[in-house]
């Protein structure tokens, strides 16, 4: 039974920052996309970044430069350090693996709340 388990959420002032993480267990035979979402109240759910299996990463618009997305393949985990918070960073954030043990399959953290206010 694979489990994806997020951690470092919390509340912070605009301008500070704060570090996500999100480790994967289970018997896991190689992990190829590692991404974090988030959803705002009231809005769909949107990809913020994302990183394969050789380290290409992809960001959304609002958060490049501010959020850098890494993972540690030894530990199945990932990270996203988010600088400069927002405000409109608020949301539920969520990590997103696609990963093979019988067969290939996506999987979903709980999710982890962020809270950007002064």
């Known amino acids: 039974q694979v489990q994806l388990v997020e951690s470092g959420g919390g509340l912070v002032q605009p301008g500070e920052s704060l570090r996500l993480s999100c480790a994967a267990s289970?018997?896991?035979?190689?992990?190829?996309?590692m991404a974090w979402y988030r959803q705002a109240p009231g809005k769909q759910r949107e990809l913020v970044a994302s990183?394969?299996?050789?380290?290409?990463?992809n960001y959304v618009d609002s958060v490049k430069g501010r959020f850098t997305i890494s993972r540690d393949n030894a530990k199945n985990t990932m990270y996203l350090e988010m600088n400069s918070l927002q405000p409109e960073d608020t949301a539920v954030y969520y990590c997103n693996m696609r990963l093979f043990t019988v067969n290939w399959t996506t999987y979903w953290g709980q999710g982890t709340q962020v809270t950007v206010s002064s």
């Open positions: 289970g018997s896991i035979f190689n992990i190829y996309v």
């Open positions: 990183i394969t299996n050789i380290g290409t990463t």
